[in-house]
């Protein structure tokens, strides 16, 4: 009888700590629920979809490791954003998206997209805000394990750009493009075209 009691007693303190192993493991994987327009750039919260701020959004989703394809487009991005009037700029506001905020941080995507311009403003969100906006706009990215390699992953992504109305509403979407003059030719069909 007395070793029934020892066993039950070790029994329960071994589910009291598997379950504290468990809870403790689910703690460290948590992520705060935010709404899905409020991400961070550099060390502050800024709304996407902010209704007192008119600009036409221009949006770029790629991330801080790529080796060519994000690249690529931002240097397009900034190129368009040269050759467009000063009061044309004043009407949009050009955003980089990490889809890999794991590591992507507020601070690292910042300071990437204003090393191609300095209006374009890098942004990071959580795990489930950055599958939210790409299931919204039809972004499609998926992370590769690559083995033998310092970065031990990549993230395979579509590459647009996404024209978004304040509230959000996609206006227009340009493919990839090494032409910066299609992206200028976009810019300007979107801002002749009048709010509905």
Not at 156 to 175: E, I, M, N, R, W
Request: a negative charge.
């Amino acid at each position: 009888m007395k070793y029934q009691w020892i066993i039950l007693a070790l029994a329960l303190a071994g589910g009291l700590i598997a379950s504290l192993v468990v809870n403790q493991r689910d703690n460290a994987n948590f992520e705060p629920d935010y709404p899905i327009s409020l991400l961070e750039t550099k060390d502050k919260a800024v709304d996407l979809y902010n209704a007192n701020d008119p600009r036409i959004r221009v949006i770029y989703f790629g991330y801080t490791h790529c080796p060519d394809v994000c690249p690529t487009s931002l240097a397009v991005l900034s190129a368009a954003l040269q050759q467009i009037e000063p009061e044309q700029l004043a009407r949009l506001w050009p955003i980089f998206i990490t889809l890999d905020p794991e590591r992507d941080t507020a601070e690292k995507s910042a300071e990437y997209a204003q090393y191609f311009h300095p209006s374009i403003i890098g942004m990071t969100g959580t795990k489930k805000q950055t599958k939210a906006l790409a299931e919204k706009y039809g972004v499609l990215y998926m992370k590769t394990e690559l083995k033998d390699s310092a970065l031990d992953y990549a993230v395979d992504h579509s590459s647009y750009f996404y024209f978004l109305a304040p509230d959000g509403t996609l206006v227009k979407k340009v493919q990839h493009t090494l032409n910066p003059n299609m992206l200028v030719d976009a810019i300007n069909t979107v801002l002749e075209t009048p709010a509905s």
